[in-house]
Each structure stands twice: as structure tokens, then as C-alpha cells.
């Protein structure tokens, strides 16, 4: 089930806003070319700010991800006819013989379970030709991103456009590694309605994800920083062999 940010039409349509800008889209994109990728699937798309990116480009891009909520946002954007929607997950894709495979922001650590996360990355091999790469980040355990997150309640009114003001506050409401949960709830000041949506994360570690990775089939290439959050992401470059 999606967290409530994404699949609540009400918070769907703020999402875009409070994300902010987007300076991670640009390494993807450097990625693709570095790749020559021309079938892109993006996992976990959400509102398609990366799938629009790129398939502006002149890619075929494919986005799928559960909250139907987040997808009727993606599919209203100017550039949205040049993606093919998804609502479904890794796992329902099937073989789309796509050159790489990407998952941003989040998205691979909303995978709680190693079941979850072993059969995400299978889907995910399922959809990729031989020799295609997944490219995805994830947070550094050692960072420890939830401290800095408790430190500051991130209270932040924005204007939305179409909507009118709304104020957005975080709290972390808890810590037993390697999963984090934290809140975020939003007051629209037209109406005083008030959402909350919970998420949990997990963190994994580097020799935690690269042996996930060889145990369903991939082949890593390489482990980087994220350009925008020097030090506290890897972003792990695989392949899916032949075979």
C-alpha cells in the first residue's frame, strides 16, 4: 500500500511543490547517455518528473508505480503523452527488453522486507534485456539521516499554485534499525484540513545491497556518490548478465 504522500489525491497534487528542485534528475539523465540507453523503466515514477525528462530526450520511457493518485499527476503534465503509465509495481512489468532501469529518490529502501526487495529486483532483472543496468540510490546507514531529521521539524509553509498556502511539518516517530519511520503532516490554510502520511525506510548497507544484488542475478559494476548528496547516498551501477 502506497504511503498516504502518494496516493492521496489531496497530497499527490502538493507533492511537486515541497520536493523541490529536482538537482538528482540531471545525474539519471548523465547516466543514461554514459549508458546509451534508449528503453528506460522507471520504477517507483511517482508524479514522472524523471520519465518526462527523459523521454523528452527522444527515449522510450516506461513508469510504473502503485499510487494511482501519483500517476493521474504524472499523466497531467505537459510531456506526459511521450511516457507509457504503469500502476503496478516491479514485479507486473514483465519482459520490456528495457536498456536500464532506474529508481530514484527513495524508492529503493521503501522495500522493508528482504522478500519485498528480492522480488523487486527479480521483476526488475525480468524487464531488462540482456546485458541492461539498474541504476538506483540508497542512503548510507553510517550517515544516519534520521538524527538530522529529528534536529529539525522541517516546518515549511509553500503557495501552492491551484491550491493556496499549505504548511508541511516532519517528525521522526521511530528508530529500530534497520527500519525509520517518520510522519509528515500537512494543513491546508484555505480550508484547515489537516493530512498526515507515515513512512517507513530501510536502511541498508553497501555490502548488504551488492550481496541482494548478486543473489538475484546481477552483475555490480560500479558504486558512486550521488553528485547532489555528496556523502550520503550510494548509487550503485548493475547489470543483468545473459543468460
Known sequence: MPDAIFADPRLALVYDAFDGA?????????????LGADRILDVGC????LAILLAAKGRSVVGVDPAEASLAVAKAKDGAAGVTWLHGDATTVG????DLAVMTGNVAQVFLTDDDWARTLRGIRGALRPHGHLVFETRRPERRAWEDWAADPARL???VPGIGPVEQRREVTGVSLPLVSFRYTYRFLSDGAVLTSDSTLRFRGRDEVAASLAAQGYRVLDVREAPDRPGREFVFVAERPPG
Open 22 to 34: 529536482r538537482d538528482d534528475l540531471t545525474a539519471y539523465a548523465g547516466i543514461a547517455d554514459e
Open 95 to 98: 519482459a520490456i527488453d528495457a
Open 157 to 159: 509553509t509553500l503557495d
Open 46 to 49: 511517482g508524479t514522472g518528473c
